[in-house]
């Protein structure tokens, strides 16, 4: 799924919504360390009081919210698994039965706390409903369009959320005219912070993809690997800042140590380059770039004794799978930090090329070029000529 197809999706959780149905809601109280079922229940989601609707439905947005590669991750389903979940999930999505459905959300919920404890009581949440999407605007000359066809899929969503517990506090009596300590000793189900979930199927395309699942990470860069494996059964997978990491140890494998501050600022903007252009020819996929992509990047940038032979080997020195491909949108970082003992400085990664690094005096020294005056403090700084 791209971000487009993640919005897309998202918008339509709101109250009477004719292009997302939500046909039934189903909640598990599972205490804490040792996982029981403490409580359990199903209903139509319309039959919810209106005030309650609009929370799940925020939960649900929250579930569908983040970067990709750093909070949403499109997994796909490993092979030969028995007792896997994608079998699960798509039995539930036949199963006209509300019983027979719980059922199969009950497996999952069993599978999720065979392998992980909390702290905290938590709250699995399914819902299932069905999706639709216009196949095109209506037209105003021919009032065709809009609603007369639509795109229609079936989908689970699931969240998984902790429990708070409610601090004392301090009230005010309007009738006994006093001051008094207010305790609930009810636990808060947290919906704003959503622990993990996911999203099946994923949807290219406006069809949907069965092989595939959106998997959300509560915290960003650090989805849970054992969830990913063991509830979910799929393949691993790489973080945005995993996947940064590895691109820069070949950089500095390819590059060296040292590298000349405009050859730093065309790397940059040679993949931003290929970044753009994926987005005005409005490609469905995120460009990625293999260790060919990355030897031209490389070449055209100015980085000297360039070649095949060298830039594979670093490829297959920091990345197991040769075959493996970059996603180009997470490599290029909204702003590099230069951290010296005196200052720091955030700066542009395509404005590198206006940084140097010189000796002067026998001093090392950054310099900054500029197109404006500098002012500090409301004083413009003096202008010296070297």
């Given at each position: 799924m791209n971000k487009k197809d993640i919005a897309n999706i998202r918008k339509q959780f709101k109250l009477d919504n004719h292009l997302m149905q939500l046909k039934e809601i189903y909640n598990v109280y599972v205490k804490k360390e040792s996982g029981e079922i403490y409580h359990q229940v199903s209903q139509p989601f319309q039959l919810l009081d209106i005030e309650t609707q609009e929370l799940f439905l925020a939960n649900f947005k929250k579930v569908l919210t983040g970067n990709l590669g750093a909070k949403l991750f499109e997994l796909k389903f490993k092979r030969d698994v028995e007792y896997n979940t994608q079998s699960i999930l798509f039995e539930g999505l036949q199963e006209a039965l509300t019983e027979d459905w719980r059922e199969n959300m009950l497996q999952i919920v069993e599978k999720m706390f065979a392998h992980a404890s909390y702290e905290f009581d938590t709250v699995v949440t399914f819902i299932r409903g069905e999706y639709r999407k216009v196949t095109k605007k209506r037209s105003l000359e021919s009032e065709q369009g809009g609603d007369d066809e639509v795109y229609s899929n079936e989908f689970i969503l699931c969240s998984l959320n902790k429990t708070d517990q409610p601090k004392k506090s301090l009230m005010f009596d309007y009738i006994e005219k006093e001051f008094?300590?207010?305790?609930?000793?009810?636990?808060i189900i947290n919906l704003e912070s959503p622990l993990s979930g996911f999203l099946f199927?994923?949807?290219?395309?406006?069809?949907?993809?069965?092989?595939?699942?959106?998997?959300?990470?509560?915290?960003?860069?650090?989805?849970?690997?054992?969830?990913?494996?063991?509830?979910?059964?799929?393949?691993?997978?790489?973080?945005?800042?995993?996947?940064?990491?590895?691109?820069?140890?070949?950089?500095?494998?390819?590059?060296?140590?040292?590298?000349d501050t405009k050859v730093?600022?065309?790397?940059?903007?040679?993949?931003?380059?290929?970044?753009?252009?994926?987005?005005e020819n409005e490609e469905s996929d995120a460009p990625t770039l293999d260790f060919r992509d990355i030897e031209r990047i490389l070449t055209v940038s100015g980085v000297e004794n360039v070649n095949t032979a060298k830039v594979e080997h670093a490829f297959k020195s920091v990345v197991a799978d040769e075959k493996h491909e970059f996603n180009a949108t997470s490599l290029v970082p909204k702003s590099i930090k230069i951290s010296t003992k005196l200052a720091e400085v955030t700066i542009n990664p395509k404005d590198m090329k206006n940084v140097k690094y010189i000796t002067y005096e026998g001093k090392r020294c950054l310099l900054l070029e500029v197109d404006e005056e500098v002012v500090v403090e409301g004083f413009r700084l003096e202008t010296k000529t070297l």
């Open positions: 008094k300590s207010y305790h609930v000793v009810d636990p199927p994923a949807f290219n395309d406006n069809a949907a993809d069965v092989n595939h699942i959106l998997y959300y990470s509560g915290k960003a860069n650090q989805p849970d690997y054992a969830f990913i494996e063991e509830v979910l059964n799929c393949e691993d997978i790489m973080t945005a800042q995993e996947n940064k990491d590895s691109f820069d140890l070949i950089l500095k494998e390819v590059m060296g140590d040292e590298v730093f600022a065309n790397v940059y903007e040679e993949i931003d380059r290929v970044v753009q252009e994926s987005v």
